[in-house]
């Protein structure tokens, strides 16, 4: 396969992170998490650390420019794999053309692969609201609450990797995600309306059942 930058498009829940994992575990593609990234970044001081940290601790949105900085940051520094996976971006237009222009002028020895993770908003929300996250920072693995769901922990209260405590984020309560999809589907129109105006295929993954279904589908698209 010739060497490939995939992108997933996804509301919250839809499982990027999921995929993305397994694509690393089974493939050995290699992960960009905005999330973890900028975590990262605050832990290690480094200058776009303590700008995003300054920007938290203000009240303030991380700018498309600061994101984009670490995201080039990190494409153009040491990542020699063939394949690699954005997950979280990019998020907003703006972040979409700065990466375009990336890629033709940095990176035009990689293809771009476009993935649109489609689930109901039903689906969604339920995903969210049960969504457990580990409260240790070096580990933060995601686990759920659903009956149905394949990443519920062993004890419902710890983490299996780490017998840290499983806590809720804030901002996975009912009214939270709703307003969380509403400015996500937005952009994602926007972002959709762009690389349509540039003519790269979006390919679709229906991603409203089971994870080992999902990777199994997943496999198919990638394969030669």
């Not at 993305?20 to 050995?28: A, M, P, R, W």
């Amino acid at each position: 396969m010739k060497n490939s930058i995939f992108i997933f498009f996804g509301a919250p829940g839809a499982g990027k992170g999921s995929l993305s994992k397994l694509c690393v575990n089974e493939f050995g593609w290699t992960q960009l998490s905005t999330g973890n990234l900028c975590r990262k970044h605050i832990e290690d001081q480094t200058e776009i650390g303590k700008k995003i940290d300054f920007d938290t601790k203000s009240g303030k949105l991380i700018s498309d420019s600061l994101i984009s900085e670490m995201v080039e940051d990190w494409l153009i520094n040491g990542k020699d794999n063939n394949q690699l996976i954005l997950d979280g971006y990019p998020r907003t237009l703006a972040q979409a053309e700065f990466l375009h222009d990336l890629l033709r002028n940095k990176l035009s020895h990689y293809d771009l692969k476009i993935i649109k993770l489609d689930v109901s908003e039903k689906t969604l929300i339920a995903r969210l609201v049960n969504r457990l996250v580990c409260s240790n920072k070096k580990c933060q693995a995601v686990y759920s609450s659903l009956g149905n769901s394949s990443h519920i922990p062993k004890d419902i209260k710890l983490c299996d990797n780490c017998s840290s405590l499983l806590i809720r984020r804030n901002d996975d309560s009912a009214e939270v995600v709703k307003e969380r999809l509403e400015i996500y589907n937005k952009n994602e129109k926007d972002l959709i309306n762009f690389y349509k105006s540039l003519n790269i295929n979006l390919i679709k993954l229906d991603v409203d059942k089971p994870i080992n279904e999902i990777f199994e589908d997943f496999r198919k698209i990638v394969s030669p």
